[in-house]
């Protein structure tokens, strides 16, 4: 079957460090993935997308990267800050136009 | 301009009973989305209407959960009756194409005791 899933459910990352949230991805005839930021209370946030015929699109402080060979996205956060705190998902848009969300990773940060 | 907005923002409900929630999607996108979110576990697709047409509804759990859009506007999801499992946060979205960008409301939280 089809599956997005993530590989950590936690992430503590220092106050002004890079984090990187990684999604893997099986059997996907997708040729668009998103990244959303959900903060506590909120309803999902886009950060960024990507379509399938990109490895790498970099928005403000954020970058996705797709590696189509092994199936796996992840998001890049520059410097991170307090207010990145959040639950982020991956999720793809299949030809049906549904889009199908990861389990989240919860993104931590410490002062 | 406004988002997509939703109404309840919070509900508590008793088994049995009947909880409708609405959905104002952004004005002027024809594509509107019910997902929700249970225990903590992944956001799932509902539904998805394009204008007042169900385009697909592979997700509604049960034929407890009933879903409209008179009109092409705004959409309601009542669930009726009410059971434990359907506590969580029902999120609306919407989006002016298909493949368009797709925007969520704040959700509609679900207590059912």
């Known amino acids: 079957g089809e599956s997005v899933g993530l590989h950590l459910p936690t992430l503590s990352v220092q106050e002004g460090d890079n984090s990187i949230i990684n999604c893997a991805y099986s059997?996907?005839?997708?040729?668009?993935f998103i990244w959303y930021k959900q903060e506590s209370g909120k309803g999902p946030q886009f950060i960024i997308d990507?379509?399938?015929?990109?490895d790498k699109r970099q928005g403000q402080r954020v970058t996705v990267l797709l590696n189509k060979t092994v199936k796996h996205l992840s998001l890049q956060i520059a410097a991170t800050q307090p207010g990145d705190s959040a639950v982020y998902f991956c999720?793809?848009?299949?030809?049906?136009?549904?889009?199908?969300f990861g389990k989240g990773t919860r993104l931590h940060i410490l002062p | 301009e406004a988002g997509v907005t939703q109404f309840p923002s919070h509900s508590v409900i008793e088994k049995g009973q009947t909880v409708t929630l609405r959905c104002d999607p952004i004005s002027g996108h024809d594509n509107l989305y019910w997902y929700r979110r249970v225990m903590g576990k992944e956001i799932k697709f509902l539904l998805h209407?394009?204008?007042?047409?169900?385009?697909?509804e592979s997700g509604m759990p049960n034929n407890r959960f009933l879903a409209e859009r008179t009109g092409g506007t705004y959409s309601t999801l009542k669930v009726q009756p009410a059971e434990l499992e359907d506590s969580g946060v029902y999120f609306c979205a919407s989006s002016l194409g298909w493949r368009n960008t797709i925007y969520f409301g704040e959700g509609s939280w679900l207590t059912v005791v």
């Open positions: 999720a793809w848009r299949n030809r049906d136009d549904k889009i199908i």
């Open positions: 990507i379509r399938s015929n990109m």
């Open positions: 059997n996907s005839a997708s040729d668009y």
């Open positions: 209407f394009v204008k007042e047409s169900k385009q697909d």
